[in-house]
């Protein structure tokens, strides 16, 4: 009853250009679960929609600056324009949905959820990722998922130079072109379980690309564990 | 960390609105760089009137009109001169080539920097806040084909006024930076041996003496920032203009930040999308960030060179 309430409870509306981020973040922090907000006017503001604890439907229209959305838990944010660097850092859950491109360092650190550009991202994408899920639309720049710990990369589009470098265990999809794989970065096989997956992924973030025309990447896990042969180096 | 804004007025409809348009983009920089700032101001009839060089001097120990009287007393009779103070920026005009101008201020002033030079523009900069010293320029009034401007968060050399960018160290070529240059102690003595001579221990006025030591032997603005990249190491986003034309590259590990916006009527650089977003016609502008290692070149005949390094 009380959820039903305030989802039929009216959108608030936030303009940027006559309040603070911090006003806006404030409102956001103590607003009711199930409520939605839209913001105006972002103008390329930093930090945005920072720290969001609750189940909330935000819809922000402009591009946004820096760190748009970090620490992001629970809830869907959505920007209808693009994003700065450091787009949801350390996202933990909840959804942050970008219409245009991200800058550098999209999601990076992100322990869960899901983020998703449907333009392209910038370098770094998914940098130390340890349990998010990323889906970008277009393509990414380089050194994208270096020494990603956990979760899934899924690019539609090309990947940079020195993908999934010093990776650990975050699975990589990419459907184009990759520059170059990282150390320690390899092609896998693509078996049932992962185009499963990855059917999830796409769907959730509202594509319709074929996941069978995707190729997966990972750890070779040659990095794990000191190798004999390089004693002569120390 | 430091902002760089840069902008370049297709349409001369706008060139009236330079200055106003430029102090729109500083403010979206300002956090970016607190202890000094400059600009680089291009074809304002005020501060480069037609027919005259222009040289910027920091450290004058002269009045104003006493310098303006020892110049005319000194340059050949007849010269008009003008000099004019904005804070620690001394703006000189005379009706005298660049380089006579220069050498007589020299001898003038021995303790003086020649911070600008050339025909075209007009260099301003000094310590303190950036909109503070903006107000000291009258940057809102300023009217112009193009402007740079830099506010500075200085890590490789002192807070002074030398020490703000932008870096004019050949006519009418300035360059702006963010990062730092890892090698720059290596290339200036490679450019002393060659004859190149220095200002500073700044690390970005080492890349403008390169580019301009290139410029100098014939290669084109694009050329030049090709080779600084196969010769500097360490992080930059640079911005160079020459009076028609505007670069941008980044260096290819693109650790400092720069997007693009490009219309018709305009193309504007900056470090964050904040400082354009109060340019008229942006919502419907190409915005991008410039890949890493690629010079982007724009010049006021509306063409774009595009080189891969």
């Known amino acids: 009853m009380t959820i039903l309430s305030a989802t039929l409870a009216p959108t608030q509306t936030v303009d940027l250009a006559a309040s603070t981020v911090r006003e806006l973040n404030a409102a956001l922090h103590q607003a009711a679960d199930a409520t939605s907000w839209v913001v105006d006017n972002p103008a390329g503001a930093h930090n945005i929609a920072v720290g969001i604890d609750r189940e909330l439907e935000v819809t922000v229209n402009g591009h946004v600056g820096y760190y748009f959305a970090g620490m992001h838990q629970r809830g869907k944010v959505t920007v209808h324009g693009s994003a700065g660097v450091g787009l949801a850092e350390n996202i933990m859950s909840g959804t942050v949905h970008v219409t245009g491109d991200a800058s550098q360092a999209t999601g990076a650190t992100g322990h869960g959820g899901l983020v998703i550009v449907d333009g392209n991202t910038g370098a770094r994408c998914g940098i130390s990722m340890k349990g998010v899920d990323i889906v970008v639309g277009g393509d990414i720049g380089h050194a994208s998922a270096f020494m990603a710990q956990a979760g899934r990369l899924v690019v539609c589009g090309d990947a940079g130079e020195g993908l999934g470098d010093s990776i650990y265990e975050a699975r990589i999809y990419v459907q184009g072109a990759v520059g170059s794989l990282g150390a320690d970065c390899i092609e896998k096989p693509l078996r049932a379980e992962h185009l499963a997956e990855l059917a999830e992924l796409l769907l959730a973030a509202g594509r319709d690309d074929d996941p069978a025309l995707f190729k997966r990447y990972g750890s070779a896990r040659t990095l794990y564990h000191f190798a004999a042969a390089n004693s002569h180096s120390y | ?309």
């Open chain 2, 1 to 309: 960390m430091c902002g760089i804004a840069s902008l370049q007025l297709r349409d001369p409809a706008l060139r009236g609105s330079l200055g106003e348009l430029m102090h729109g983009m500083l403010c979206g920089i300002v956090d970016r760089g607190l202890d000094s700032a400059g600009m680089a101001l291009y074809g304002d009839p005020g501060l480069t009137p037609t027919g005259t060089s222009t040289v910027t001097l920091l450290d004058v120990t002269l009045e104003p009109e006493e310098l303006a009287a020892a110049l005319r007393g000194a340059l050949p009779a007849g010269t008009e001169v003008a000099v004019r103070m904005f804070g620690e920026t001394t703006l000189v005009n005379a009706s005298v080539a660049s380089a006579a101008l220069e050498a007589c201020v020299a001898e003038l002033l021995p303790t003086a920097h020649v911070a600008g030079r050339g025909e075209h523009v007009a260099v301003l900069k000094g310590t303190g806040h950036p909109l503070d010293l903006a107000a000291q320029y009258g940057l809102e009034g300023i009217s112009g084909s193009q402007g740079l401007s830099h506010t500075r968060m200085a890590t490789e050399s002192a807070v002074t006024a030398s020490g703000a960018h932008p870096f004019t160290v050949a006519d009418d070529l300035c360059l702006v930076h963010n990062g730092s240059f890892s090698n720059h102690a290596t290339i200036r003595r490679q450019l002393r041996a060659e004859g190149v001579t220095f200002d500073s221990e700044n690390d970005s006025e080492v890349a403008a003496r390169y580019i301009a030591w290139r410029m100098a032997d014939g290669d084109s603005l694009t050329t030049a920032l090709e080779k600084l990249g196969t010769v500097f190491d360490g992080f930059y986003t640079l911005v160079v203009t020459t009076p028609t034309s505007m670069a941008v590259v980044r260096d290819p590990i693109a650790c400092k930040p720069a997007i693009i916006a490009e219309t018709d009527a305009w193309v504007a650089m900056a470090s964050e999308y904040r400082a354009l977003a109060h340019l008229p016609g942006i919502e419907n502008a190409r915005i991008f960030e410039p890949a890493p290692g690629i010079v982007y070149t724009w010049t006021l005949d509306s063409t774009k060179e595009l080189v891969t390094l």
